[in-house]
């Protein structure tokens, strides 16, 4: 009987983690850019975390104490918008507020971007505040995922 992973990201499987883990090895520009004012909670002390596996799906950013996905789209967006508009449902059925910011927009108004993103926590109480308290992992967000 092999011995089960308890370090595992609910909801998602071991293919989905290896490929966001080998997406934060080759981010492009937008969202390396987005993710050096990001990181180390440099944003009013939000914590994110980048290409970010939630269920079958691997977000650009996420902050899980208010279940915040941002995502960062290029011009390829524009030609899949009703995958996008479909992956944005489910992810909002898990719970989560899905925010989009083109590449231009990080790439040339990078404080406008941040202050968006700002602007949209400050709009809504944290969603999980035991994840902004002690960085745990969401409850039942895996569950009837396919």
């Keep these: 009987m092999k011995k089960e992973s308890y370090s595992r990201i609910r909801g998602t499987v071991e293919q989905t983690e290896q490929s966001a883990k080998d997406m934060r090895k080759n981010p ?34 996420y902050c899980a104490a208010h279940k915040l996905v941002v995502e960062v789209d290029g011009s390829i967006h524009e030609q899949q918008a009703a995958y996008d508009q479909a992956r944005t449902e489910q992810l909002e059925a ?26 949209t926590v400050e709009a ?23």
């Design 94 to 119: 898990f719970g989560c507020q899905v925010l989009r910011i083109s590449n231009e927009m990080v790439l040339t108004e990078l404080p406008s971007a941040l202050a968006i993103i700002l602007s």
């Design 124 to 146: 809504s109480p944290p969603r999980n505040p035991l994840a902004q308290k002690s960085g745990a992992p969401l409850p039942n967000l895996g569950e009837g995922l396919g």
């Design 28 to 61: 492009t520009l937008a969202e390396a850019c987005l993710w050096k004012a990001l990181r180390r909670r440099q944003l009013a002390g939000l914590k994110f975390r980048r290409q970010h596996p939630i269920g079958r799906f691997i977000v650009d950013f």
